[in-house]
Nanobody, 115 residues
Framework: QVQLVESGGGLVQAGGSLRLSCAASRSIASINQMGWYRQVPGKERELVASVTNGGRTNVADSVKGRFTISRDNAKNTVYLQMNSLKPEDTAVYYC?????????WGQGTQVTVSS
């Protein structure tokens, strides 16, 4: 099993930055893929960015050039650096891990971007 704990959300003005952290309960080097998703009420959860244990990243077009995903294996933590935030980035952000054919989710952290 994998437990995920997100932190770093909050309220920020448009153009600002936030860094989300996702701490895993086990070595992330053993986790096939980790990522960040986001969801707003009434819409499906969407992928923001992901990173494999080989270091390959995938970033949604809507955030490309503004958001960066990274991992620190020593700290068992994955980060999402969010720059040039826009009001449309407002959502609950969830950490995701894919490990041994099972998906795990964190509890989510709210990001609100004011105009």
């Amino acid at each position: 099993q994998v437990q995920l704990v997100e932190s770093g959300g909050g309220l920020v003005q448009a153009g600002g930055s936030l860094r989300l952290s996702c701490a895993a309960s086990r070595s992330i080097a053993s986790i096939n893929q980790m990522g960040w998703y986001r969801q707003v009420p009434g819409k499906e959860r969407e992928l923001v960015a992901s990173v494999t244990n080989g270091g390959r990243t995938n970033v949604a077009d809507s955030v490309k050039g503004r958001f960066t995903i990274s991992r620190d294996n020593a700290k068992n933590t994955v980060y999402l650096q969010m720059n040039s935030l826009k009001p449309e980035d407002t959502a609950v952000y969830y950490c995701n891990a894919y490990y041994r054919l099972t998906e795990y989710w964190g509890q989510g952290t709210q990001v609100t971007v004011s105009s």
